[in-house]
């Protein structure tokens, strides 16, 4: 049986008590929902704008100011697709809405199974040295659709300088 990583939360967003560097006190375990029109499937963690199907509910940080981290520990992602063929990949980017914005990380999932990443030290995105960096998640599409209830859990802290 695979170790339990202590940083890890459940399905259900809780945060185990003894989490390192204190997720449980000071973190965040935010689900988010794609949409399901991929024009409009990307979805922001921390932004100034907010694509325009994703709904109110869902939380938006403020972009990353300088001086300012978002500490990523860990990324899950649950497609709800009817056929093996078409998985949902997505990208956590960090930077503006486009083309040009860095990658992090990668994950994909399909009907088989969600996909799940820990990290033992967090991906640390740092603030820019002047004006804002936006940090956000591009669901891509691949098979055809992108069907509702596709679901992306990010673990993080955010570090705001004061």
């Not at 938006?60 to 093996?84: C, E, R």
């Not at 980017?93 to 820990?118: M, Y």
């Not at 004006?131 to 098979?143: F, N, R, S």
Request: proline share 10%; hydrophobic share 40%; glycine share 10%.
């Amino acid at each position: 049986m695979p170790p339990v990583s202590p940083g890890q939360p459940s399905s259900f967003g809780s945060v185990f008590a003894d989490t390192p560097g204190l997720l449980r006190e000071n973190g965040y375990v935010i689900a988010y929902t794609a949409a399901t029109v991929i024009a409009d499937a990307d979805v922001p963690i921390c932004s100034g704008l907010a694509p325009a199907a994703v709904t109110d509910f869902q939380p938006v940080f403020a972009p990353l100011g300088p001086g300012d981290s978002l500490n990523i520990y860990g990324l899950q992602g649950a497609h709800a697709g009817n056929t093996d063929n078409d998985p949902m990949v997505l990208a956590l980017k960090a930077g503006p809405h486009d083309a040009t914005a860095e990658t992090l990380a990668v994950l994909t999932s399909n009907r088989n199974g969600p996909w799940f990443q820990h990290f033992e030290l967090p991906l640390q995105v740092e603030g820019p040295a002047t004006g804002t960096k936006d940090v956000w998640v591009e669901v891509k599409e691949i098979g055809g659709n992108l069907p509702t209830y596709n679901r992306i859990t990010v673990e993080c802290i955010v570090v705001r300088k004061k």
